[in-house]
């Protein structure tokens, strides 16, 4: 019996069908891959065979306590007074406000022109759409960031900076006003240019920085601002790069241990482990670290050296790597991962 074509220009199921794509994919709840009996939380897919391979790695996840603290970039919550282009160099550079900064539209300062703003507060910005794997474009901005710890500096030290003062003190009211401001600084009485998710552990560096919302892991590493042409790398070269709160990042106590870590970050287990955990392709930075639990890195382990090297390989290419050091990488990534000493494998099947 012939097939029956629906009226008009709608087309047939077998139309329809061959052109889509269809994968066969396991699923189980979280808990059973996370290697409890109860069943709770979201459930998990990936292709047949795949989810044992990541339940093992989460296996010996769980086994290791949390060796890194994921952090969140700076939130200003009002980017348009906070996110400035450099337009000279020196002490005191010349800088504008950034048309466009943020949801919020700020008045305009010094009408709209030029001003000066102290050195001492200006940090290179780095935002979510300059980082790629293994690869830093930016940063392009500047951020002003006022205080060392959790509040601004105190008014006494920020006087102490006149254009810096004037500035902030132009937008008292609006910056008073910021959600971030009013839930977590005013109780305390903190300083009303406070930002959030700032601390000692924003100016560390190197960092290795995460973007927050991706397909896959996007990870690159990035220490201070090295001297460049043009007016930021005039201003800040030598200042640490500050992410902002569209990123998480790890603060790490050497360069070799910041490239390990984001060598993994960047693995095909990684990759895998995202796309199984979520359907919706979003697992916070935050979250796949604590899934993961990377081990703390051992600069007398091959295997964590190996690592290091091959993202300081594919940094500097420009976030390149070829096949047969990719293929390195994820092995080395999925040994380490596992916690054995011997070759396990892909987490994918073959």
């Given at each position: ?11 047939s199921?077998?139309e ?14 979280s ?5 409890t ?40 919550d009002l980017?348009?007074?906070?996110w ?7 002490d005191?550079p ?6 466009g ?33 293994f690869?830093?474009t930016?940063?392009q901005?500047?951020?002003?960031v ?5 509040v601004?500096?105190s ?6 900076c ?6 902030l003190?132009?937008?008292r ?12 600084h ?8 406070s ?13 290795v920085?995460?973007?927050e919302?991706?397909g896959?892991?996007?990870?690159a590493v990035?220490?201070?601002l090295?001297?460049?042409g043009g ?10 790069v500050?992410?902002?709160h ?13 490239h ?5 970050l960047?693995?095909s ?6 796309v ?7 697992v ?9 639990r990377p ?15 091959l ?39 073959e």
């Amino acid at each position: 019996m012939p097939e029956s074509r629906a009226p008009g220009n709608a087309a047939s199921w077998h139309e329809i069908r061959t052109q889509l794509e269809v994968d066969e994919l396991e699923a189980a709840p979280s808990s059973w891959i996370a290697g409890t009996s109860e069943i709770r939380g979201g459930w998990v897919t990936a292709k047949p065979g795949q989810l044992a391979a990541l339940g093992r790695l989460l296996a010996a996840a769980q086994k290791r306590h949390p060796a890194y603290q994921v952090r969140r970039g700076v939130c200003t919550d009002l980017n348009g007074v906070f996110w400035l282009r450099l337009e000279t160099g020196g002490d005191s550079p010349l800088v504008s406000q950034v048309a466009g900064a943020g949801k919020n539209a700020v008045r305009p300062y010094n009408g709209g022109r030029p001003f000066r703003i102290e050195r001492e507060w200006l940090y290179p910005l780095l935002r979510g759409r300059d980082v790629k794997p293994f690869c830093v474009t930016g940063p392009q901005l500047a951020i002003l960031v006022p205080q060392r710890g959790s509040v601004g500096i105190s008014e006494e030290e920020l006087r102490a900076c006149p254009y810096a003062w004037e500035y902030l003190r132009h937008y008292r009211t609006e910056l008073q006003l910021r959600s971030s401001y009013r839930r977590y600084h005013s109780k305390r009485k903190a300083p009303y240019w406070s930002l959030w998710d700032c601390g000692p552990y924003t100016f560390q560096s190197p960092k290795v920085v995460l973007r927050e919302i991706a397909g896959r892991a996007i990870a690159a590493v990035v220490g201070t601002l090295p001297p460049a042409g043009g007016p930021l790398g005039a201003a800040v070269a030598g200042k640490p790069v500050v992410p902002d709160h569209k990123l998480f990042f790890v603060a790490t106590d050497t360069e070799d241990e910041a490239h390990y870590l984001c060598a993994i970050l960047n693995s095909s287990a990684c990759v895998e482990l995202i796309v199984a955990w979520s359907p919706k392709r979003h697992v916070s930075g935050r979250g796949l670290l604590d899934l993961l639990r990377p081990p703390r890195y051992d600069s007398g382990n091959a295997r964590h050296c190996e690592l290091a090297r091959l993202s300081m390989a594919a940094h500097a290419a420009g976030g390149r790597l070829d096949q047969k050091l990719a293929k390195e990488l994820d092995r080395l990534a999925i040994e380490v991962l596992s916690g054995g000493g011997q070759d396990t494998g892909s987490a994918s099947p073959e």
